[in-house]
């Protein structure tokens, strides 16, 4: 929208300008006016007689005063009416003066003054109106004057009396209208300037304030945490799923789903409350303390439940939530920085632990974020070559009774830390920009061990969704397989659905770029995130990898069976390879050998071991699988299924 200036404001805004100019004006007026009159009384009482120093002294000396109080009035600031009364009065005492002066005792060249009063009283008078009202006073003075006293000049009076008109014409409309432009040129300066300030300070999608202005509003409220003890609430909202919903319909419905986002967040706000949006799908709100400490969570959790419930979009209805990280803002020691820091953490849990809600920063916490600051310090210091290690755990296909291949797990051991397992060092990389140096080394010690596992047997590396978020990360990752010399088709990159969702097309050609050096790609954890199947073809995945979360709640949950067989079939019906991750018990081998999975992985097969166990271990295996395959085939699923207290009977229709 465009700076458009508002007639009634502008008319309002003249006003003020004229009483702003003409303060000065009629203020030297009366000045004038004074002085004038003093010189006259001087005149008169000094040098004229009769008449004249009768009448017309007296008169000066009165029109002097007049003059005198108003030039005394104006000195300060008066409204338009005041100042149109005090013009009045002057260009009246003026005009009484000049009138007076004819009727005592007419002399012709005296006519001259009404022309001369015409523009200089369009002058002095701030509205246009009583400018021509004197004008007209004056012509019809002068003609009067000149028709009474000499009736055969009236025609070169009256031109005289036009050329006064046009020149009080000429000095009320100049002055009129360079004010008019002065303001209208003021006005246009300062709505545009308001325009730039609401563009800097507004989300330009969402209308909500936008990056800058809620850290301003934020140091505002910590002004008040610090000066009168004000608590408020920092609340950190990222959505879950949003991606995805660019990805499948289009920019334009991940605008309008934004929108839609900023409009609930802002109707789910308490009162005072400032919604806005930080980029993105990164949102924040920032509220007073409420009455009641329990409230704090449910004004959070009405955020979250807000952005829940289905969207009806032009493109269609979709559902996605949002987690919130809430950090209470009570801590006067604190900088902003270290407050978003703890708000950020407790986003961190909503996202990875509960998502779509909301957690609030707890003293335990407190303790957490100090561990996790002190583990990125340890890896930022730590010598990775011979901190980190790998474990291999081995994959087992069921159709041909052997180890089909192992996955690499990396390790860290720290002097300080000690044994760290990789859920939180993988995490530390990626927050410290590391995770490119840690994935160069445990590729590097896992291709060196790919030589020394068993013939036939392929290996399983982890890439994290931020070695495939550069096209530099990805070409060092090709650069260093083709470098290693190893038999690039017995590698297997293992990546997770998060590093598909950001930019598809970039993702397929980061993948591309990989495969060329023979490498397969097998998806991680699949289930665990959004399951968009439509890239799983696209991408050229030759391997899903049931995540445990379906597997753990097959004795419990009726609905985990169906899940389990159907991605199982689904990767069958993809012709892609299928390992079932996380096998634990005999029961659920059972279940995963009923639904058809070939290959299998997980404790109750074998923990991961260190490189040297694997010989050892590769013995045997083939009877010992069968011993496996005999054990858990032994399970009864009908018995498991009736045991009281699970929901299995459910479980045992859904099997085939
Ligand atoms: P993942 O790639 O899904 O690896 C499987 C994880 O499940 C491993 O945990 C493994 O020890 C564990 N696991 C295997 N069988 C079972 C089972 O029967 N029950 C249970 N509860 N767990 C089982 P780990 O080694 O702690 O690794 C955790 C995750 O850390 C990995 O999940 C992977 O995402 C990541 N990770 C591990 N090593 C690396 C690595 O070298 N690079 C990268 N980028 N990520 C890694
Ligand atoms: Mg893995
Ligand atoms: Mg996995």
């Known amino acids: 929208m465009g700076p458009s200036v508002n007639s009634a404001e502008k008319n309002a805004q003249i006003q003020d300008e004229l009483v702003t100019t003409f303060r000065p004006i009629v203020n030297g007026a009366g000045l004038v006016g004074m002085a004038f009159f003093a010189f006259n009384a001087i005149k008169r009482f000094g040098f004229s007689e009769g008449l004249g120093q ?8 009165f029109f002097g005063v007049a003059s005198g109080v108003m030039w005394l009035w104006t000195r300060k600031n008066r409204t338009s009416f005041q100042l149109e009364v005090c013009s009045a009065v002057i260009c009246l005492a003026l005009f009484s003066n000049t009138v007076t002066h004819l009727l005592i005792g007419f002399e012709a060249e005296n006519l001259m003054y009404f022309a001369i009063m015409m523009p200089a009283f369009a002058l002095m008078t701030p509205s246009f109106r009583m400018a021509m009202f004197w004008t007209a006073l004056c012509v019809i003075a002068m003609l009067g004057v000149v028709w009474i006293n000499t ?25 009129r209208g360079a004010i008019f432009n002065a303001v209208s040129a003021r006005l246009e300066a300062v709505k545009e300037r308001e325009e730039a300030l609401r563009i800097s300070v507004k989300d330009a999608l969402t209308g909500l304030p936008n990056r800058r202005s809620f850290f301003d509003g934020f140091e505002d409220r910590l002004d008040g945490l610090r000066d009168s003890g004000r608590k408020f609430l920092l609340i950190l909202v990222d959505l879950d799923g949003f991606k995805p919903v660019n990805d499948v319909y289009g920019h334009s419905a991940g605008d309008d789903l934004l929108r839609a986002v900023a409009g609930r967040l802002e109707a789910a706000s308490p009162k005072g409350a400032m919604a806005a949006r930080l980029g993105g799908d990164e949102f924040a ?39 919130a990280g809430v950090y209470v803002c009570e801590r006067t020691d604190l900088e902003a920085s270290a407050m978003i820091e ?10 990875n632990e509960r998502r779509g809600e909301a957690v609030v920063f707890s003293k335990r916490d407190e303790v957490d974020l100090a561990n996790v600051n002190h583990v990125d310090r340890c890896l930022r210091q730590a010598d990775l070559e011979n901190e980190l290690s790998l474990v291999f755990q081995p994959q087992f296909d069921l159709v041909n009774n052997r180890v089909s291949g192992f996955e690499a797990l990396g390790r860290w051991n720290n002097e300080q830390l000690g044994a760290v397992p990789p859920s939180i ?7 410290t920009t590391q995770m490119s140096r840690v994935t160069h080394v445990l590729l590097g010690k896992a291709l060196k061990a790919l030589a020394d596992l068993p013939g036939g047997t392929r290996l399983a590396v982890n890439l994290s969704a931020h070695d495939l978020m550069s096209e530099a990360n990805v070409q060092k ?10 038999d690039a088709t017995r590698l297997e990159l293992e990546i997770t659905e998060t590093a598909m969702l950001d930019d598809q097309d970039f993702a397929s050609r980061s993948l591309g770029e990989l495969q060329a050096c023979g490498v397969s790609i097998a998806l991680d954890d699949f289930g665990s995130g959004y399951s968009n199947f439509s890239y799983l073809q696209r991408l050229h995945v030759s391997k899903l990898k049931i995540d445990r979360s379906f597997v753990k709640p097959l004795m419990s949950e009726a609905s985990a069976a169906k899940i389990l067989r159907t991605l199982i079939s689904l990767s069958k019906s ?19 050998t009923a639904f058809g999975a070939r290959y299998l992985q997980g404790f109750l097969l074998s923990k991961p071991m260190p490189l040297e166990a694997i010989p050892d271990f590769m013995t045997g295996v083939p009877t010992w699988i069968e011993q496996m395959q005999q054990e858990a085939g032994a399970v009864d699923i009908d018995a498991v299924t009736a045991r009281p207290s699970t929901r299995l009977s459910t479980a045992r229709r859904a099997l085939p």
């Open 574 to 592: 993809l012709s892609m390879e299928c390992v079932v991750e996380g096998i634990e018990k005999p029961e659920e081998m059972a279940y995963a």
């Open 54 to 61: 009768m009448v017309m002294g007296p008169l000066a000396i």
């Open 477 to 486: 990752i090709a650069e260093q397989i083709r470098l290693s010399g190893v």
């Open 425 to 431: 060092f993988i995490a530390a990389a990626e927050r």
């Open 151 to 175: 009736p055969e000049l009236i025609f070169e009076y009256i031109s005289v009396a036009v050329a006064g008109v046009l020149g009080a014409v000429a000095a009320t409309t100049l002055i």
């Open 285 to 323: 709100v920032l509220a007073d303390y409420p009455a009641q400490t329990a409230e704090v969570r449910r004004i959070a959790s009405r955020l979250v439940d807000a952005l829940s419930l289905p969207y009806s979009l032009p493109a269609g209805v979709v559902r996605i939530s949002g987690s």
């Open 342 to 351: 703890r708000a950020d953490h407790a986003l961190y849990q909503a996202k």
